[in-house]
Each structure stands twice: as C-alpha cells, then as structure tokens.
C-alpha cells in the first residue's frame, strides 16, 4: 500500500501563488508516476500534472503549462505542484495520485489517491 496526503491548500487571490505538497508512505515509491489532479464543482477530474518519481520525467496539462510546476524530493517522500498566477477556473479540489510505471493523463491507471485539499482563487 501507498499512503498519499496532501497538504497546502488554501484561498489565493486571482495572479497569486501556492505551492501543494503530497506525502507519501508506506511502500517504495521507484516506477511510480506521481500525478496531480483536480476537480472543480460540477466537473469532471481533470488531470493536472505528473512526474516519474525515478526520472523525474514531467508532462502537464495544457491548461497549466507555464504556470504550474511539478517536483519531488526523493529524500523526503515527498511531491509538490507549485502553482503561480492562479485564476479563478483553478478553483478545484487538488489530489496526488499514484501509478506503477504509468505517469499519464488517465484517471483511472492510478491506483491510490489522497484525500485532496481545496483551492479557492477569489478575490
């Protein structure tokens, strides 16, 4: 088992900063992908960004390319998205996902799932 829990959610004003950590536990984290996703109300997940815990491989959504940046520290267990220049659309609830040998945009090949931590941009 993988324990996922992620943390640094909060209310931004439009063209602020946050940066979201995900701490991992429980098993060795070598192949995985390491993924963020959102959801914002009423809408589908959609898939954010990912990186190859091993390689440190990125690929991100087109949506937040430019804006969002996605890093591990191998050391620490851990994984963030640091987000700049939020705008109201990413408004969601954020979650770190796992995947053994997957880091796609597909939902469904990962495997273990935080709790998720809500971002609100609003003036």
């Known amino acids: 088992q993988l324990q996922l829990v992620e943390s640094g959610g909060g209310l931004v004003q439009p063209g602020g900063s946050l940066r979201l950590s995900c701490a991992s536990s429980g098993r060795t984290r070598s192949g995985y992908g390491m993924a963020w996703f959102r959801r914002a109300p009423g809408a589908e997940r959609e898939f954010v960004a990912s990186i190859h815990w091993s390689d440190g491989g990125t690929y991100y959504a087109d949506s937040v390319k430019g804006r969002f940046t996605v890093s591990r520290d191998n050391a620490e267990n851990m994984v963030y998205l640091q987000m700049n220049s939020l705008q109201p659309e990413d408004t969601a609830t954020y979650y770190c996902?796992?995947?053994?040998?997957?880091?796609?945009?597909?939902?469904?090949?990962?495997?273990?799932w935080g709790q998720g931590t809500q971002v609100t941009v609003s003036s």
């Open positions: 996902a796992a995947a053994l040998y997957y880091r796609g945009t597909v939902s469904g090949q990962y495997n273990y």
